[in-house]
């Protein structure tokens, strides 16, 4: 079976973590044609290239995933494939993705989406490849 290809956009605050390899992970909310990706399929991470008011984004960084579970966020109650996330462990997988700790990545997804939320999480392995800079810069 031919992998799939994925294109995840994130805010620029996050770029140099993702071109950097140090964030290798997501929570995303179940899209409207139910498309998620497998273990295998390959990601490619964007942001934007420009100011606030352009939609021009660039990738900054490209992997091949290894994990994709569901996950359902409610105020401080955090599943993974339905088991309970506690405390330490909680705060652990929420730093893994970006967030400062368990109740940072709750009120960040409250603010951005309905509650209780229902999504999967996505981890990959990065794909380094070389940047061709312009001899003329």
């Not at 569901?70 to 599943?79: G, M, P, Y």
Request: include cysteine; charge should be positive; hydrophobic fraction near 35%.
């Amino acid at each position: 079976m031919r992998a799939k290809k994925f294109t995840f956009q994130f805010d620029s605050a996050v770029g140099d973590k993702l071109s950097a390899g140090s964030l290798l992970g997501t929570i995303r909310p179940i899209p409207n044609n139910e498309r998620i990706p497998e273990p295998g399929d390959r990601i490619a991470c964007t942001v934007r290239s420009g100011g606030s008011g352009t939609r021009e984004r660039r990738v900054v960084a490209r992997g091949n995933i290894n994990s994709v579970k569901r996950i359902c966020i409610w105020d401080q109650l955090v599943t993974i494939d339905g088991t309970e996330l506690k405390d330490t462990l909680a705060d652990s997988f929420a730093v893994a993705h970006g967030y400062t700790d368990a109740a940072d990545m709750a009120s960040s997804v409250k603010q951005m989406y309905s509650m209780p939320f229902h999504g999967f999480c996505v981890s990959w392995k990065p794909c380094f490849t070389p940047v061709q800079l312009s001899l003329f810069e």
